[in-house]
């Protein structure tokens, strides 16, 4: 195995009108790609029916297993229809927010007329207050409210600029009553979950209450629930970082909607602060947006933007992600092959940059415990990989949050939980049929890594199971193995 393929950091890749055929996902697989991100903001259910179909073909000629995420749009606080080409708006311009297809109720003398999308005008016009910044098109216009009537707001605007059809609307600083699932996210949903899709971002998180609400909905439609990441895009969301790590099955940095309502110059703390309280806890997370932007028309990247990915490599995220790149920029091959060296060439240099932090396991845990020695064992002797037998994959997830130095690979005999590990840091999985306690477990291990080039003959690995019984949550047994000896019972 060359050093791309035991790369540690997970690549996520949004696919869309770049990178929509099997043969395309199988090349960007080939460069990379370990999970495939489904945009919900675009597109119709005929169109993500095709990529999801695509992906699971292109999976299948490469042998690897490719999660697939769900990333359900939310609701959206934006403009409405305006003239055509559009309104230029300068400093000291009033104007008036109502909604769409509405007649206004304000006056509008001496005002610039901007309708909002409808479902939402009310709750933010309550939730706004007189003062509240206004900001359209990921902040370039600002604008501040002067009076609120509910479904109306006036405003006046000290940055101004160019603002045309459906831009989006941010209002840093005002906690938003709408809800954070719509009717178009349940649809969505139910859709997503009967093509089995692996994963669920969930967008405009607040509290840890939304992911209870999302995971509630979903374990009322299946009994093979995908996980469910949150986004952290929304200033509410920052608050209350501990319990909805606590929840949630993984984070997604939003970087960009983030900067609109925090300001650019906090974003790099608190990415730092987001992928530190995950990695305590063992909570994946993605870093995302703007990663390698200049590549949707470059076949270079440049020199920021590959700083910036190895930053987030040493910060210990564990997945970057690519979005306009690959689903609509020119060069989606090139871009996944420029992440993977970055990506490869910043973890040669983890122990040297990367953020240090002497994490313990869980008091009581025997999964943390094994997990945890696992990976300290693994390091001091030597081993060329971790085998880590696990039915939920909770074991492979406790195992990444150490951090070791050899790749981990999950033994396990569900396709599901098997993509699903595609979201963990340094985690490769490998399906087996079910075992039973009499099998020999070490004997099928070694081969198994044999075969898949994980090992060779006289290699050390070490092993992690539940001993005698291989039943689920009875992980309690590490043992080093010398790879073609004959002690292959448990010591």
């Not at 009108?17 to 395309?24: F, L, Q, R, V």
């Not at 606080?77 to 080409?85: A, D, E, F, H, S």
């Not at 002497?358 to 971790?386: H, M, R, T, W």
């Not at 081969?447 to 070490?462: I, K, R, S, T």
């Amino acid at each position: 195995m060359n050093s791309l393929t035991r790369r540690k950091v997970k690549i996520v890749c949004t696919l869309g009108p770049s990178s929509s055929t099997p043969e395309k996902i199988h090349a960007l697989i080939q460069e990379g790609l370990d999970i495939a991100r489904l945009n919900f903001s675009h597109g119709n259910h005929a169109f993500h029916s095709g990529l999801i179909s695509s992906v699971r073909q292109a999976a299948q000629k490469a042998r690897k297993p490719i999660a697939i995420m769900q990333d359900l749009q939310g609701p959206k606080i934006r403009v409405g229809k305006l003239p055509p080409g559009g309104i230029d708006l300068k400093a000291g311009d009033t104007i008036l927010l109502y909604p769409e297809g509405a007649t206004p109720k304000t006056s509008t003398h001496g005002k610039i007329l901007i309708p909002i999308s409808a479902e939402i005008a009310l709750p933010v016009s309550v939730d706004t207050q007189k003062g509240a910044r206004i900001l359209f098109d990921d902040g370039k216009i600002a604008t501040r409210a002067s009076h609120v009537s509910p479904p109306e707001i006036v405003a006046e605007v000290e940055v101004g600029g160019h603002l045309s059809d459906h831009k989006g609307m941010n209002l840093p600083g005002t906690p938003l009553s709408i809800p954070c699932v719509t009717e178009k996210d349940l649809e969505d949903l139910k859709f997503g979950l009967s093509q089995g899709v692996d994963a669920v971002a969930l967008s405009f998180v607040r509290t840890a209450h939304d992911i209870e609400v999302i995971k509630e909905k979903i374990r009322k439609q299946t009994n093979t629930p995908p996980i469910v990441i949150a986004k952290i895009e929304r200033e509410e969301a920052i608050e209350y970082q501990d319990s909805i790590i606590e929840i949630a099955d993984g984070l997604l940095v939003a970087r960009g909607d983030m900067a609109v309502e925090i300001g650019a110059e906090r974003v790099p703390t608190v990415q730092k602060q987001l992928i530190h309280a995950c990695n305590e806890l063992g909570v994946p997370i993605i870093t995302a947006t703007q990663m390698l932007e200049s590549m949707i028309s470059s076949p270079t990247p440049t020199r920021a933007e590959a700083s910036d990915v190895a930053n987030a490599v040493f910060d210990g995220t564990d997945a970057v992600m690519l979005s306009g790149e690959t689903a609509s920029g020119q060069y989606p091959i090139e871009t996944v092959r420029t992440m993977a060296r970055i990506i490869v060439e910043s973890e040669r240099s983890r122990d040297v940059y990367g953020i240090k932090t002497e994490k313990q396991p869980v008091f009581g845990s025997v999964v943390d415990a094994i997990e945890y020695s696992a990976s300290l064992i693994a390091n001091q002797v030597g081993a060329v990989a971790i085998a880590c037998l696990t039915h939920t994959g909770m074991a492979a997830r406790a195992l990444a949050k150490y951090r070791p130095g050899p790749p981990i690979v999950a033994i396990l005999e569900n396709e599901q939980v098997l993509r699903q590990l595609s979201f963990a840091w340094g985690v490769h999985g490998i399906i087996l049929p079910q075992l039973v306690p009499t099998d020999d477990i070490f004997g099928i291990v070694e081969n198994v890594l044999q075969n898949y080039g994980w090992a060779q003959p006289d290699d050390l690995v070490v092993v992690t199971a539940g001993i005698p019984t291989l039943r689920r949550g009875t992980t309690n047994m590490v043992k080093v193995h010398r790879v073609g000896t004959n002690d292959k019972k448990a010591t």
